[in-house]
């Protein structure tokens, strides 16, 4: 592990933003964990995700939907996005394991909300973003790469 990034997101716009080039650099297989509270901006940041890489489908966080697989749309990067919110799942790890995460994520990029301390067992090589809310509107992001993580955001 390698000493994690932080990066200002003083409004949802730039929280989408910051999605989008993360979406861009996503390849099949890869992990990524959201943490943060409640109103952290989990979810917008899956929709810049989920717009970086091109996939079709709104990203929300429906009460009774725990996974959503968005299917690559045409002009996007041909990589579909299978969103998680685990909240639900309050750290339950069989009912993790139902959901097959480790087969979709040989093709998808897997996005898990609330995802710290349960998915990391899908993939060592993950990427963490934690998101704490200021005084103000103001978000931090807290970027922490694990396993091959911290070489690719070295190379950029
Ligand atoms: N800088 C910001 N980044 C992200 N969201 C923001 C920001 N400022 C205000 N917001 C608002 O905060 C809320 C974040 O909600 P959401 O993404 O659903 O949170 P979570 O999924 O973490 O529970 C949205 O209503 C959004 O409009
Ligand atoms: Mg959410």
Not at 46 to 74: C, M, N, Q, W, Y
Not at 108 to 118: C, P, S
Not at 120 to 133: G, K, N, Q, T, Y
Not at 143 to 152: E, I, K, N
Request: aromatic share 4%; hydrophobic share 40%.
């Amino acid at each position: 592990m390698t000493e994690p990034v932080t990066v200002r997101l003083p409004t949802e716009s730039d929280t989408l933003h910051f999605g989008r080039k993360l979406g861009g650099l996503l390849r099949p297989g890869d992990l990524v964990l959201l943490a943060g509270p409640l109103g952290a901006g989990k979810t917008v940041l899956a929709k810049g995700i989920a717009d970086g890489l091109g996939v079709a489908g709104r990203v929300s966080s429906p009460t009774f939907i725990i996974a959503r697989e968005h299917r690559p749309a045409p002009g996007g990067r041909g990589v579909p996005l299978v969103h998680v919110d685990a909240y639900r799942l309050g750290g339950n790890l069989a009912e993790l394991d139902d959901l097959d995460l480790d087969t979709e994520l040989v093709d998808a990029v897997v996005v898990v909300e609330w995802g710290e301390h349960l998915a990391e067992r899908l993939s060592e090589d993950h990427l963490l973003v934690r998101l704490a809310r200021t005084e103000d509107e103001t978000r931090i992001a807290t970027v922490v790469p694990h396993g091959g993580w911290a070489h690719r955001l070295r190379l950029g």
